[in-house]
């Protein structure tokens, strides 16, 4: 076929010749002075692209773009349907809002290399306050909105930031977020102590600054837009960090993924059109939030890089209004390709099953929908397909990645679709299936999903001041390979199907969160003496997690009671993204005998799963008093309405 010889002939081109592949797409990126090599095997934990080459992602997202033309297209638009508000942002307005902004920060002290906190709703600032950081060579940290102060707290600790630029508020429906005591807190225990904070009050919800440490965002704003200060890009090495990505990793201690200027500009450039399909000028929609790296990558950094207008959209898929939103923002906007979550396609697909708010708009310019962040359900895709008649292409990667791993190369002629596959790995990505020794496995095998070392351009090169638990994450189990901690297949057409976790991470809406991380706040509960959490099937958001709790002796609070506190807890701890919304008291865990809590027989009971007693367990009849807490209060597949277990 003429359209896939495309995708082989380049990701044969790639396999052939890694380093003059990237070489040439680099081409795509300005440089203050040339990388000295593309790539530089001796360097970093596997080697380091664009060694020797200097140059500043701010001036690749805006200031050429400006310096070539494309001043008054819309770099942003903000679309608000939680505040009723519209804005449009070009390119000249957003550079000369973003050196305004930069000009601030540099005032308040802040040098190439320092960290910055940013805490903010889905609001224009938020990718503004992006940018400056880059122009300045400073190194930002994004925090998710949905995260609670505990969390906020152990990022501002362990990147030790400097700065903080926040808002009062964020908006979810029904309610008001609010930023500023959570940061207070965040701030109180955190054990490196921000110097200021830069806080942008919203219409909804203003607070109160703390004097000497807080400063009015648009205050400083106004001063300098008057002063108009040139504030130049500050050159940084093509390895200097841009940015650190907290992800959940096994234990409550989120994994700092690092991200680099250079390789990270080539890759996501080279996405934009290979992968995605779309040409500058265009306008692109990632539907996910900044604090996650969708956001990171395909809100702000790729469609801006290649020259497009993205869309910031802050509202839900359902119920802001209504399950037609997604389509009104795509005709309004003339969005060409549109990437979300599986999750966003159920909920909308639960309020509108015959998909009638499609017809009320005109989605003429609309080419092809992205799905990924969890996997995306046959189901789901069908029903994507029949209701927008484009195509849906799933694709899949990790935060870790910064872009596709895998994927159906638009751009470079889509392959036909495998339903429930997410395609065939993108140039830059050998992906393997090896058992557990490390043995190549053959087609239709399932092993662990591995990468070939090194990796592409764009992902991660360590984790922030932790080389030895990047070491030990990704690189020690499976020596000359990343370890994606993803468990799949590949079949005879080189389609890759990703099936499950080899870790306790899970998928809830597309956020991978740590059900260690939970039961570590689960434990801080005074009642508690053990728990267990793990991740069960669920229609909407994929996954969601159940914890069970045996309590101290003594206690004289009802099960009830107490499971409410444990609930309260994770969402005080962790935040309300982790959807803790399940809590049992149990009388006993199922362990080995060496002591290990049975956790993947638990989730095998709960999804009605094919399911052995363990030989090493210590007392089988644990399981059956488990299955009937969750058959009592209808909890996982095997026990919802009509299901017996
Ligand atoms: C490929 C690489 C990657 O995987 S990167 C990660 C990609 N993932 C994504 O893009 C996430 C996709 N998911 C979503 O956008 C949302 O989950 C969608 C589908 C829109 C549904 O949103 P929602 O209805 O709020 O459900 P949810 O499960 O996200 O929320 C659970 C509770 O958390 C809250 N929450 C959510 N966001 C925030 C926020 N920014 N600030 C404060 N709170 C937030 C929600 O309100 C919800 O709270 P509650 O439990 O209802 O009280």
Sequence with gaps: MAESSSYHAVYQRWQSDPKGFWGDAATAIDWFSDPEKVFDPDAGAYGRWFVGGTTNTCHNCLDR??????????????????????????????????TALAAIIRDRGLKAGDRVIIYMPMVPEAVMAMLAC??????????????????????????????VITASCGLEPGRIVAYKPLLDAAIAMARIKPESCIVLQRGELSCELTEGRDFDYESLMATARANAEAVPCVPVEATDPLYILYTSGTTGQPKGVVRDNGGHMVALHWSMHAHYGVKPGEV?????????????????????????TTILFEGKPVGTPDAGTFWRVIAEHGVVALFTAPTAFRAIRKDDPKAEHVGRYDLSKFRTLFLAGERADPDTIQWAQNALKVPVIDHWWQTESGWPMVGNPVGLGQLPVKLGSPSVPLPGYDVQIVDDTGRQLGPNTLGNVVVKLPLPPGALPTLWHAPERFHKAYLDEFPGFYKTADAGYIDEDGYLFIMARTDDIINVAGHRLSTGGMEEAIATHPDVAECAVIGIADDMKGQIPVGFFVTNNGVEQSP?????????????RIGPVAAFKNAFQVKRLPKTRSGKILRATLQKIADGEDWKIPATIDDPAILDEIAAVLKEHRVGKAFREGNDG
């Design 134 to 163: 880059a122009r300045l060579g400073l190194v930002h940290s994004v925090v998710f909105g949905g995260f609670a102060a505990n969390e906020l707290a152990t990022r501002i600790d362990d990147c030790a930031a400097r700065l």
């Design 284 to 308: 692109f929609w990632a539907a996910s939030d900044i604090g996650w790296v969708v956001g990171h990558s395909y809100i702000v950094y790729a469609p801006l890089l290649h020259g497009n």
């Design 65 to 98: 773009h400006v310096a070539a033309g494309r001043g008054s297209q819309n770099a942003l638009i903000y679309d608000s349907p939680i505040t009723g508000r519209k804005r449009a942002i070009t390119y000249a307005q957003m550079l000369s809002e973003v």
């Design 560 to 572: 009830e009671e107490i499971a409410a506190g444990v609930v309260k807890v994770v969402r005080d």
